[in-house]
Structure formats: C-alpha cells, structure tokens
Nanobody, 121 residues
Framework: QVQLVESGGGLVQAGGSLRLSCAAS?????MGWFRQAPGKEREFVGA????????YYADSVKGRFTISRDNAKNTVYLQMNSLKPEDTAVYYC?????????????????WGQGTQVTVSS
C-alpha cells in the first residue's frame, strides 16, 4: 500500500506559477499527474518514469509544465508556469507500481487526495 499526499495548490493569477509536490510513503515506479475541473472528466497532465529520465505531457500543458522527481525523498513535483484560467482544477498525483507509461487513469494503482489549483484571469 502506497499513500500519496499532494501539496502546493492555491490561488494564482494568470501568467503566474505554482509548484505542486506529491510525497509517497514508499518507492514507486511511474508517477502521473491528472486534473479534474468541475463538470469534466479527469484528464492526464503528465507522467514521469521511475528514474526520472523520461517525462510525457498532455499537449495542453506541454512547454508550460514540468514534472520532476527526487527518489531519495520519494517525492514528485509538478512545476506549472504561464498558468491559464483553464488550468483551474483539482490536481491529483498517481502511482503506478509498474514501469509502463500511461495516460489512462485506470492504469494507476494509488491516488492522492488532490489539491486545488485556481487561476484567476
């Protein structure tokens, strides 16, 4: 059983930045970030491989968001720059105990409780 705890959400103006953190209670393989806006389905944001050597992003955030990880701390980060109002959502981190990289939420084994990100215009 792996527990995930996100932090770092908040309110920011458009064009601003936030960094989300996700602390895991144990070692994980692929880590993903998803988000869910009110009335919408949960969507893939990005994922990072076990080593941190590979990262993948949704087209909507590519070039603005960066995922990194510190395996010594069992922590994954989501650096969000040039934020837009449409980035407003609850952001979730997820852990996949395998090394596959997937954009599908059902592939992930554990989920955090989510952290709210609100971008004002």
């Amino acid at each position: 059983q792996v527990q995930l705890v996100e932090s770092g959400g908040g309110l920011v103006q458009a064009g601003g930045s936030l960094r989300l953190s996700c602390a895991a209670s144990g070692r994980t393989a692929t880590m993903g970030w998803f988000r869910q806006a009110p009335g919408k389905e949960r969507e893939f944001v990005g994922a990072i491989s076990r080593s941190g050597g590979s990262a993948y992003y949704a087209d909507s955030v590519k070039g603005r968001f960066t995922i990194s990880r510190d395996n010594a701390k069992n922590t994954v980060y989501l650096q969000m720059n040039s934020l837009k109002p449409e980035d407003t959502a609850v952001y979730y981190c997820a852990a996949d105990l395998s090394d596959r990289i997937s954009i599908l939420s059902r592939r992930y084994d554990y989920w955090g409780q989510g952290t709210q990100v609100t971008v004002s215009s």
